[in-house]
C-alpha cells in the first residue's frame, strides 16, 4: 500500500497549519518528500508522522518562494548532523531548477556549521533538473515540467509507478497551464493548489496572489479526466468547515472522488 503524508496544507502566510509539503511512501516504506515549508516546523511534523530519516533519500523543491524552501535548509542540517554522527546510511538527493539550487547552497554555506555544509556535493547532492526532464527512480520515474509561472520559476512533475503505472500529478501551487497537460491528462491523482472557495473570492482575493478556488481546480480535474483531486496549499480562516465546505464546493464541477487533507492525514493508494 502507498500512502500520501500531508506534513502541510497551508498557503505562505497561514498561522493555524503548516505550509504545504507532503510525503510519498512506496510499498517498500521509501519516502519522497516534495517542498518543506517555511521554517525549523518540518522537522516537527516529520516527527509527528514518525519519519525514519533513513528511508528519506530523495526530495523534490518546486520552488525557491520561502513558504516551500525555508525548510528545506533544516531538512539538509537535520540528515546533515545523522550523517556526521553515523546515524544515516546512504546519499541524500535534492531535485530542483538551478535559481533554486543556487539559493540552497547560499543559505546552507551561510547558516550551517561547517561539518554540516561539507557534506553537500558528496552524501547531499543537490541535482539542478530541466523542463522536460526524466528522473528514474526505483519504484517511480518523474517526469519534470515548468509550470510557467507568473511569478517564480516553478516546477511541477508527473510521477509514474513502475509497477502499475498509477499516475501522480503534482501542478505545484500556482494556476494550470494548458502547456502543461500532457504531464497532467488523465491523471489518477492530480494534486492542485486551492487558495479558497469561489464564493469567498472577494474576501481572499486569489485571483491578485494569482491562485485559483475550488471551483476553478474542480473544474480542471473535469478537463482533464483525473480520478482523484486533492486540494491544498489553502487558506486558514476557515479551517474548522475547510474539509466539508471544499469538498462540497467542488463537487459542484468534478465528478472524481474529492480530498481536502488536514495537517498529518495519509491517504493510502
Known sequence: MRKLI???????????????CFLIE???????????GGGNGILRQLELVGVDYNKLHHMFVTHAHTDHIMG????IRKISSMMNSGKYAGVFHIYCHDEVKDILLNMCEMMLKRKDFENIGDNIIIHEIWDGQVI????????????YSTKAKQFGYQLQFKDDKTMLTCLGDEPYNDG????????????????????????????????????EAAELAQKLDAKNLVLYHTEDR????RKKAYTAEAKQYFNGNIYVPDDLEVIEF
Not at 26 to 34: A, P, V
Not at 238 to 241: A, L
Open 72 to 75: 528545506v535548509v533544516w531538512v
Open 238 to 241: 476557515t479551517i474548522e468547515t
Open 6 to 20: 500531508f506534513l502541510g496544507t497551508g498557503n505562505a502566510m497561514v498561522t493555524k497549519v503548516f505550509n504545504t
Open 180 to 215: 502543461c497537460e500532457e504531464y497532467a491528462k488523465g491523471a489518477d491523482w492530480l494534486l492542485s493548489e486551492a487558495f479558497c472557495k469561489y464564493e469567498d473570492r472577494d474576501i481572499f482575493k486569489p485571483y491578485e496572489k494569482h491562485h485559483s478556488t475550488c471551483k
Open 26 to 36: 512506496t510499498s517498500d516504506g521509501e519516502l519522497f518528500l516534495t517542498d518543506a
Open 136 to 147: 528514474e527512480l526505483p519504484q517511480f520515474e518523474i517526469d519534470v515540467f515548468d509550470i
